[in-house]
């Protein structure tokens, strides 16, 4: 009988769940940056390579402000388009039922 070596076991990281992770107390413009970097942060340690992650990123904040600027304009039309959405029930243009 072969006897095969065991393969190498990956080391299993434990993250927490976004509930707490996030202030669910904050608003959709608070949270969404702090989701877009938990992800990000989330998917680069998988990767398992520091330095290629830190020459992705580079050394200066221009990635940090780039992701910045993204998730608050992206956060600011998902408020838009929430408000658009209530306005179209209140309206009638759009129906709705509640507790389903």
Same mark, same amino acid.
């Given at each position: 009988?072969?006897?095969?070596?065991?393969?190498? &076991?990956?080391?299993?990281?434990?993250?927490?769940?976004?509930? $707490?992770?996030? @202030? #669910?107390?904050?608003? =959709? &413009?608070? &949270?969404?940056?702090?989701?877009?970097?938990?992800?990000?942060?989330?998917?680069?340690? &998988?990767?398992? @390579?520091?330095? %290629?992650?830190? /020459?992705?990123?580079?050394? +200066?904040? =221009?990635?940090?402000?780039?992701?910045? +600027?993204?998730?608050?304009?992206?956060?600011? #039309?998902?408020?838009?388009?929430? $408000? /658009?959405?209530?306005?179209?029930?209140?309206?009638?243009?759009? /129906? %709705?039922? $509640?507790?389903?």
């Amino acid at each position: 009988m072969a006897v095969k070596a065991a393969a190498p &076991r990956s080391r299993r990281i434990s993250y927490p769940s976004l509930d $707490e992770r996030l @202030d #669910q107390g904050r608003t =959709a &413009r608070d &949270r969404t940056p702090r989701l877009c970097g938990w992800t990000l942060a989330r998917a680069l340690a &998988r990767s398992g @390579d520091p330095v %290629a992650t830190a /020459e992705y990123l580079g050394g +200066d904040d =221009a990635f940090d402000q780039s992701i910045t +600027d993204f998730c608050e304009r992206y956060a600011d #039309q998902n408020e838009q388009d929430y $408000e /658009e959405f209530v306005r179209a029930i209140r309206s009638g243009r759009l /129906e %709705a039922v $509640e507790g389903v």
